[in-house]
């Protein structure tokens, strides 16, 4: 029998979509020494038990929070599923809805979807959210309120500090959502973080920008209280309950996101964040004087109106682009894009 061909592991040269990206060589490294872990276990596991400790701590820095509660994730999908569950948990609404603005992530309608939650979505802004209209979809089975820091398809910032003061005046959670701006944000004048806000939770993936291995998300609470509602007992493990939603879980994931972020933070993290914004500038500029009405970038991304067929056409060049809802082209500058894998792009749609 023939052996079945294996496809090589994604190399990255010529994607440009991915809101992940090459992990550091040292999360690698700490992903592989991990492998067989489960935090899950932490009874047992006791080195990435206290491993994950110190994931949260650095998370905790990283968005100004001290003594942060929380846990180190299958990925963004999981800590927004959890926030959802702790909004409606704590508040016992027999008809629980959460407000977001339309540009949340779909991650929120599984979670909507799988917990009996209504998703009430109100319309942007200039693709941020617009705080009235928000306002204006709350009743008295509002149980949170979602804010995006770093949109997936544009790269905006929502009004955090204004979303986070209408939770508090309606008593209900507040979660921001910076999965992948998380690590590019500290970097810039943007208010988002725990220091600026009174928000409750927070979702930031060290496998997104924070370039730690698949799968290493994270899930930050102002407080360990939060998660009381949480709590499921664990008869056969030592360890008496469990917050999470996954059972076993990734020690290589926990392992790499401490890895990377001792090795790149803060200064790692900084001229990352520099390198990628300056190449999105770059981008933007360079279609823009080709004619192309181009949004962003906010944080490292960019969209710019080229059709579709024109992405399908470079898709057949290897390159790995996406469009948002609307049809634009959209181009995220994640660590692993370089200047030289932008001139060759933009060579490319010079030639059609
Ligand atoms: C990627 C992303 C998610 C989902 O995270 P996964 O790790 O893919 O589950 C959620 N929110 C935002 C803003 C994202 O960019």
Redesign the pocket.
Known sequence: MQPVQRAEPQSFDRVLTS?CTEPHPKAREAAERFLATNPGDPGTYETVAQLEREAVELLGTVTQLENPAGYITS????A?IQAVRIARNRSQRSEPNIVAPDSV?F?FRKAAELLGVELRTAPVKNYRANVEAMNELIDEDTVGLIA?A???EYGVVDPIPSIAELAVDHDILCHV?A??GGFFLPFTDFEWDFSDAPIDTM?I?P??AGQAAVPA?GLLARSERLFDSLAINTPYLETTSQITLTGTRSGAGVASAVAAMEALWKEGYQEQYERSMANAEWLATQLRDRGHDVFGPELPLVTADLSVPMTDELRERDWRVSKTGAGEMRIVCQPHVTRSMLRSFVADLDWY
């Open positions: 809101m990925g963004g999908t999981e927004n992530h991650s995006v770093g949109s997936t959502d999965a992948w979702t993936d496998h997104k998300g």
